[in-house]
């Protein structure tokens, strides 16, 4: 009761580097959704820039007690140590650690599999970064997938 999950993941389509994300509160309800194009960067630290412009997203908009699920077993492990990486990513994960505290937020590892929607939305040509802040503002084929999602309707990746 009170958290909310921010479940978010990260693309590279045509050397461009795409993050995207959904934020939901505790009943599941779509808070927003992000999509945002980082350029040439490799996939970590594509991965980092995600789960960091989501991270200061809730922080302008006032969340905090955050679930962050990320399909990045290495950005999970690089967050949660207290060693450094190389450049550019020890400054993203320096600027995460720091709102992981300020925020509350827990980083957990999600499969794949159960991270279709931020997938699909990483993944996106919509031509500038997005915010949506209902789900009718998100293309069709994104509002499926969280239907799907949303009465735990189960994905195999072929």
Known sequence: M????????ASLVECTALGGGFLYDHNSKLVFAYF???????????????????????????????HAQVDSQALVALV????T????????????????????VEVQHI???????????AALRVGS?????S???????IRLVLALDSRSFPYVRS
């Open 129 to 133: 970064d997005t915010l949506f802040t």
């Open 36 to 66: 945002k194009k980082f350029g040439d960067v490799d996939v970590l630290v594509v991965e980092g820039l995600s789960l960091l412009h989501g991270l200061r997203l809730c922080k302008d908009k006032g969340y905090s007690l955050i």
């Open 111 to 121: 499969v794949r599999e159960a991270n279709l929607a931020a997938d699909r939305l």
């Open 80 to 83: 949660k140590s207290s060693h």
């Open 2 to 9: 009170g958290f909310f999950e921010l479940n978010l993941d």
């Open 85 to 104: 990486a190389k450049w550019p990513l020890c400054n993203v994960l320096r600027e995460i650690q720091f709102l992981l505290d300020i925020l509350n």
């Open 135 to 141: 789900p009718t503002f998100l293309p069709a084929s």
